[in-house]
């Protein structure tokens, strides 16, 4: 199963094997990762489970729909270029040892 | 480190326990619901839960390992009483639970149907997990499907089983759909949509019986008609739970009364979430307001009191319904906006319903237009508004409010 990093503010990290096809969001509530808040369960609605993509990984994303991006202009942390809603990433077996970090606050 | 006890275990409940560990309380943090299980998400259950897209697993707002790892005891159980002087919740099983801070979120409860025959087999609402099992239970064998009550929930129930091959009929009491929500022009484009998949919708519908034996066979309709119904769908709105509170002496007023810092007037009891009557900024009076992102964000607010600094609430309130592909999203209050502007284009199913209320932008209706949703909640709340002569065809408004917010 493809690996995921989490890592917070102060630099700690986890890291879970996710099952393909979840979203790097659910797997992220499911283990308890904390500062990724997903309040509309998903939907791309929110803006709260907001996170930043590893720089050098995010070419293995596909770019963001125009939902996505809309809703990315609007995060409590301030967009970057690897800002992304981890409700819209699925975990592929392509993603394997993806890591992304919570901002400081949703 | 002050105990903490909170009464319901819907979305504001859970916010308010996952948020008060975040932000570092130490004392014990007890959630009692009258559910049993972890809390879960109650949006999917008229949308992706319904129709199965969505496993019963991923309805969860969080597992049991997360309340488990935070601390946080869920308590299985119903509220009956509380004892404001002993600082004590009592449940129906006798159990009594001392609080240093009580939080009630006790939530709505659907209004009921007042009619002969509403409690016949197959006449259901939709607001637990349970409700939407039974109806996932009921629609496989149901042939004619009858909706009461054109607003969110009922309408979110008709296309989810529209799509799934079912004939639908909608009752709306009113002239139009949605009405208490949106704007006409939000109305007629849905309207259009429901039909368009098949459903019929009647407006000026007034049931006046539901027919049957044992089991639902009919409704029947203030003109003598009776539409035939093997599945009754009610969705006529809610009534804030409420009871406990007034039961204990504090203020009730269509909701439980608390200041802007989500106090009720005893500073040892708060109340949040769809069961609060709050004085809101974006609102001319008292707002009492049935959403997740008001469940959410009184729930952090108070958690932001209760281990610091206190703030008074000040979010926007923003709303969302998913309708077939159309997806509906709401920023700000519109009950009573004076002017409707159309922008963009209705037919192609992309467009925004731009509210004002004496000149002033109040909200802001999207329908498959998010950037337009997103860019209103940032004017809001930066407590911008809008010059309705820029709505002019062209006019981009996320372009306008980065400039301007």
């Known amino acids: ?88 990433i699925e975990v592929t077996e392509e993603l394997d040892s993806l890591t992304v970090t919570v901002p400081e606050e949703q | 480190m002050t105990d903490v006890v909170i009464v319901g275990a819907g979305q504001a409940g859970f916010q308010v326990a996952a948020s008060l560990r975040e932000k570092g309380h130490q004392g014990r943090v007890v959630l009692v619901g009258d559910e049993p299980g972890v809390p879960y998400q109650r949006p999917p259950l008229s949308k992706a839960y319904l129709s199965g897209a969505l496993p019963g697993e991923r ?47 006790t939530g709505t409860r659907n209004r009921e149907l007042p009619v002969p025959g509403a409690k016949l087999d197959g006449v259901l609402g939709l607001r637990t997990r349970a409700d939407a099992d039974a109806l996932r239970e009921r629609i496989d064998g149901a042939r004619n499907v009858v909706v009461i009550g054109g607003g969110f929930i009922g309408l979110e129930f008709a296309a989810s089983v529209a799509k799934l091959g079912l004939s639908v009929t909608v009752l709306e009491a009113s002239d139009r759909l949605m009405r208490r929500a949106v704007s006409p022009a939000v109305s007629a484009h849905y309207r259009e949509l429901h039909e368009r998949r098949g459903t019929r919708v009647l407006f000026g519908a007034s049931v006046v019986a539901l027919h049957g034996g044992h089991e639902v066979t009919g409704v029947e309709l ?61 609102a001319r009076g008292p707002l009492r307001l049935e959403s997740v992102q008001n469940a959410v964000d009184h729930a952090r607010c108070l958690a932001t009191r209760l281990t610091g600094t206190a703030e008074p609430y000040a979010s926007v309130p923003w709303f969302w319904s ?37 000149g002033r932008l109040v909200c802001v209706e999207s329908v498959n237009r998010t950037p337009d949703h997103m860019a209103a909640r940032k004017l809001f709340t930066a407590g911008g508004s809008l010059d309705r002569e820029l709505l002019a065809p062209g006019f981009d408004f996320r372009q306008h409010v980065a400039a301007v917010a």
């Open chain 2, 222 to 282: 203030a003109d003598g008609s009776v539409l035939p119904a093997d599945l009754v769908v009610v969705g006529i709105g809610v009534v804030p739970n409420t009871e406990l509170a007034a039961d204990a002496g504090l203020a009730v007023d269509d909701g439980i009364v608390v200041d802007e810092q989500m106090s009720t007037s005893d500073l040892r009891v708060s109340a949040v979430g769809d069961c609060a009557v709050y004085p809101s900024r974006h």
């Open chain 2, 59 to 105: 309805l969860a707002l969080r597992p049991q390992t997360f309340y488990d790892k935070h601390g946080i005891e869920l308590v299985c159980g119903r509220a009956v009483g509380i004892d404001r002087d002993r600082c004590r919740v009592a449940l129906a099983d006798e159990r009594e639970l001392e609080y240093g801070h009580l939080v009630l979120t």
């Open chain 1, 1 to 88: 199963m493809p690996k995921i990093t989490y890592v917070q503010q102060d630099g700690s990290a986890e890291s879970f094997d996710v099952q393909a096809g979840m979203s790097v969001m659910e797997a992220a509530i499911e283990a308890g990762v904390g500062g990724i808040v997903a309040e509309c369960g998903g939907n791309a609605i929110c803006a709260t489970c907001h996170v930043y993509v590893d720089p050098g990984q995010i070419e293995k994303l596909p770019l963001p729909q125009a939902d996505e991006d809309a809703m990315l202009d609007n995060t409590a942390c301030p967009r970057a270029e690897n800002s992304r809603l981890s409700c819209q």
């Open chain 2, 322 to 358: 998913n309708q077939f592909d159309a997806r509906l999203q709401i920023a700000g209050l519109g009950t009573d906006h004076d002017e409707a502007i159309v922008h963009g284009d209705p037919d192609a199913g992309s467009f925004s319903v731009f509210c004002f209320r004496a």
